[in-house]
């Protein structure tokens, strides 16, 4: 089993230095997650692409494959290849019509060569060969050059014939980490789940700053959106995330700031300690999900307003975007149904919020504020790596870890629906319930409380997060279902 990488175009306009350091990049973070299902795996690396050859052959170990290349940053497209030694003309139409011929019954196709070195043939001589053989030898609905139903794709690389089973879509971005860290503020709702993925999208390492306004229900969702966007588009490198308790802060602006300036000086708050946590960090950057006039905090003098209490640079890559076009990039990359049942809470709502705040109103409104308190949010925050979410949790609480099913329990599938439909959890006598982690606590209630439950994830992550959470609320009938 063969894959092709190829390298998102922004890559290879680079100069030769920055190219070499961006592929290392991408070799590097492709090792890394490749290795952790398919430890025999090789590389070799060209100056416009990546080829990678599993060890084994088998349908999971290809899911697996092209669930990681499809969402590492900075892959353009990839394709699943077979590779051939380079025969004459009529070899080259054997071989493609051994992985193609059933394919083609009854579709219109074309064939499509790209050529590299030098040949006795040109590229237009293949394609018009191989198709013309193709539609002689084999059920198909005809060619068709401007629109076909398939396209049958072929690279011919000095000595060797690529037939290309399939083409997939990469990310498109740059590696991650191959840019500057930086600091996303992340609430969990649809704008700061997507903004942080663009940032991971774009090259950035990505770290996680929560401010717990005051709900622990609302902390363990953002945990949740975290861990599904680093553990899909940003494994490949370690991250913090990181909470500040900010109930303090919000009771103290209720009772000393006038109203209608909550909203600014709310916001101002947490930049000032956004900013102290990347200074800890040694990041320079702080990434927001807001978008201009979106809400009222979010005109250009209140922005402007609001960013002049800190000198780091802060990023909004939604800036201009509409909330139709933020829910619709928040449902492609999977985050919408998190945004969707995401338990909030904010205590700073404005009756008539200022859309024009001035800076020395502001001021003289902070000037009624105990820094003391937020010094004391600071004091109180803590950073944990990404990673060891599951495991911080579980010292709240004693969960229970069990490899094999119990009788009568009944194992509740937590995994997104995209995951579980990938790899289906087949076990043969065992009750089994598919309810995804961002609605378990909505229904968890509503199940049979005589019952034991199991939950699942594939790398139990999730499933020891909720459990740990639902034994904090007092239920005593979850485990957690680990097979060996």
């Known amino acids: ?155 011919v690389r000095d000595d060797k014939l690529y037939v290309i089973n399939q083409r997939y879509p990469g990310l498109g971005g740059f590696p991650l980490g191959s840019l500057d860290p930086v600091l996303s503020l992340i609430s969990g709702g649809f704008d700061s789940t997507v903004s942080t993925y663009l940032t991971m999208k774009r090259g950035m390492r990505t770290h996680f700053c929560f401010f717990n306004l005051g709900g622990r229900d609302h902390e363990i969702g953002v945990k949740e959106v975290a861990l599904y966007l680093w553990q899909k588009y940003g494994a490949s490198s370690r991250v913090k995330f990181v909470v500040v308790p900010f109930e303090g802060v919000v009771g103290e602006i209720l009772k000393n700031v006038d109203n209608s300036q909550m909203g600014v000086v709310l916001k101002r708050m947490m930049l000032r300690a956004a900013s102290r946590v990347a200074e800890q960090l040694g990041v320079n950057a702080l990434v927001t999900g807001e978008s201009v006039a979106q809400v009222s905090s979010q005109t250009l003098i209140n922005l402007s307003v609001i960013d002049s209490v800190t000198d780091t640079l802060v990023l909004r890559p ?77 010292m709240r609480e004693d969960v229970e870890v069990i490899s094999v099913p119990i009788q009568q329990g009944v194992i509740i599938d937590v995994r997104h629906p995209a995951e579980e439909e990938r790899k289906p959890l087949q076990l043969s006598n065992v009750e089994i319930k ?16 005589r019952k034991t439950y199991l939950l699942y994830c594939d790398k139990g992550v999730m499933s020891r997060l909720h459990a740990a959470h639902l034994i904090e609320q007092g239920y005593t009938n979850v485990k957690v279902y680990r097979p060996l």
């Open 1 to 155: 089993m063969k894959f092709i990488v190829k390298f998102f175009p922004e890559i290879t306009i680079k100069s030769k230095p920055v190219r070499k350091q961006f592929v290392k990049q991408l070799y590097d973070n492709l090792r890394k997650l490749l290795r952790a299902v398919d430890p025999g795996v090789e590389f070799v690396r060209d100056w416009d692409k990546l080829t990678v050859v599993a060890s084994e052959q088998g349908a999971g170990l290809k899911q697996e494959y092209v669930e990681i290349l499809s969402h590492t940053p900075g892959i353009a497209h990839f394709l699943d290849v077979v590779e051939f030694p380079l025969g004459d003309l009529h070899d080259i139409f054997e071989k493609t019509r051994l992985l193609w011929g059933d394919k083609l019954a009854g579709k219109t196709f074309a064939v499509r060569c790209r050529r590299v070195g030098k040949h006795d043939f040109k590229s237009g001589d293949i394609e018009r060969y191989v198709g013309g053989g193709l539609h002689q030898h084999c059920e198909t609905g005809g060619v068709n050059l401007r629109n076909p139903e398939i396209t049958v794709r072929l690279e």
């Open 318 to 394: 939604l800036i201009t975007s509409d909330k139709g076009d933020i829910i619709n990039l928040a449902r492609q990359i999977g985050t919408e149904e998190f945004a969707a049942v995401m338990p909030e809470y904010c205590g700073v709502i404005s009756v008539k919020p200022t859309t024009r705040a001035k800076p020395e109103k502001i001021q003289r409104e902070e000037a009624k504020f105990n820094f003391s308190i937020l010094e004391d949010a600071l004091e109180a925050s803590r950073a944990i790596n990404i990673d060891d979410i599951a495991s911080d949790e579980l």
């Open 434 to 449: 598919k309810i995804p982690f961002y609605e378990l606590h909505g229904k968890f209630t509503e199940l049979d409380k």
